[in-house]
């Protein structure tokens, strides 16, 4: 059974920068898409970006393209969000999922094996 565990946020001040992992055990990454989302207090969960079994490609949500970067380390069993310049409404959950398969995979019922989640919280 895959799992997947993600590194812990925390309290990060607007315009700083946040960096989560999520570790991959029970398989091997490199056989597994893999995405963020986040649930913001009171709204569903989205999608802040992915990247795709090769790790030569990643896609974003409007909201954070163009200050985040998603990464992979198949030796490590282990994937990487990073976003830049933190706004207050980057609070929330971010959680990591990942699922089989060669395509892009933006939507939360696409992914099979989810993390707990860890909470971030931009300062205003």
């Known amino acids: 059974q895959v799992q997947l565990v993600e590194s812990r946020g925390g309290l990060v001040p607007t315009g700083g920068s946040l960096s989560l992992s999520c570790k991959v055990s029970?398989?091997?990454?490199?056989?597994?898409?893999a995405g963020w989302f986040r649930q913001a207090p009171g709204q569903e969960r989205e999608f802040v970006g992915g990247?795709?079994?090769?790790?030569?490609?990643?896609m974003f949500a409007d909201s954070v393209r163009g200050r985040s970067t998603v990464s992979r380390d198949n030796v490590e069993n282990t994937f990487y969000l990073q976003v830049n310049s933190l706004k207050p409404e980057d609070t929330g959950i971010y959680f990591c999922?990942?699922?089989?398969?060669?395509?892009?995979?933006?939507?939360?019922?696409?992914?099979?094996?989810w993390g707990p989640g860890t909470q971030v919280t931009v300062s205003s």
């Open positions: 999922a990942a699922r089989e398969g060669n395509g892009w995979y933006w939507k939360e019922a696409d992914y099979e094996y």
């Open positions: 990247t795709i079994v090769t790790g030569y490609s990643t």
């Open positions: 029970g398989g091997t990454l490199n056989s597994l898409a």
